[in-house]
């Protein structure tokens, strides 16, 4: 990055710093908990007081896009933001850039196949994506589908864009509903890695339940989901 200064314009110094990291952080120069120069740092190059550029700093930390950590120093913190109620969940789906990064199968998971109704020793594939917006990781779904239902399923898997079509139209199984239940936690180091943000960060652990027209259950999905990207909002009526 780096910060245009000229002494001689009539904006005043701590907007002209102000811009140009707001500049870059909308140019993808600096990205999501990148870690900015310094106040001194900032300072020494420019010769310019700590009052300046600590000015410039607070009002991008009061406006959203950096903070400050204490002891650590000042991380952007720009990335989208999804707002909506936990039933809106599957809106992700077509807002995201998709990538699978693990497609297999198991024959037993302790959290997964009592809601399938699967036995241990039943097949079921095992599906993580990650889904990106802008470049940046918004969320890890891991989902579960029982391999009687899905024959073939790891040939047809990579071309699957949106979910819903994906379970109705490749394999006939009409949805009735969507049932999602959400937990905030810390992510895993696994998730923390799918994410890119530090481990044990606060994220969203949302449970989702797809039925089909019969009432049974013929996928179960586990979004992660970092807490700073999403802000759930229930409508009382």
């Known amino acids: 990055m ?15 710093i102000k811009t140009s990291i707001l500049d870059s952080i909308k140019n993808k120069e600096y990205r ?6 310094t106040e001194k740092d900032i300072c020494d190059a420019y010769l310019l ?46 807002l ?33 994506i990650r889904l990106t917006i802008d470049d940046d990781p918004v969320s890890v779904q891991r989902l579960f589908f029982p391999k009687h239902l899905y ?3 790891e040939k047809h898997m990579h071309k699957a864009e949106d979910l819903k079509l994906f379970i109705e139209k490749r394999y006939q199984h009409p949805i009735s509903g ?11 180091p696994t998730e923390a890695m799918l994410l890119n943000i530090p481990n044990k960060s606060a994220v969203h652990n ?7 027209d019969l009432g049974k259950v013929v996928a179960v999905i586990f979004h992660t989901l970092p807490g700073d990207y999403v802000k759930f909002e229930e409508v009382v009526k």
Do not use: W
Request: aromatic share 14%; glycine share 4%; hydrophobic share 35%.
């Open 96 to 128: 995201p850039f998709k990538e699978i990064v693990h497609l297999g199968e198991l024959d037993f998971h302790q959290q997964a196949y009592p809601l399938l109704c699967l036995n241990k020793g039943d097949m079921c594939y095992d599906v993580t």
């Open 32 to 37: 999501h908990l990148d870690l900015l120069p």
């Open 151 to 153: 024959p073939d399923l």
């Open 2 to 16: 780096i910060i245009r200064i000229n002494k001689f314009s009539k904006a005043p110094l701590y907007k002209q």
């Open 49 to 94: 007081s700590r009052s300046v550029v600590r000015r410039a700093y607070d009002e991008l930390i009061k406006e959203g896009y950096v903070e400050r950590r204490q002891g650590h120093g000042t991380y952007v913190t720009n990335r989208y933001v999804f707002i909506g109620s936990n039933k809106e969940i599957f809106r992700f789906n077509y």
């Open 206 to 212: 949302v449970t989702s339940i797809v039925k089909d």
């Open 178 to 188: 969507i049932y999602s239940d959400f937990i905030a936690t810390t992510c895993s």
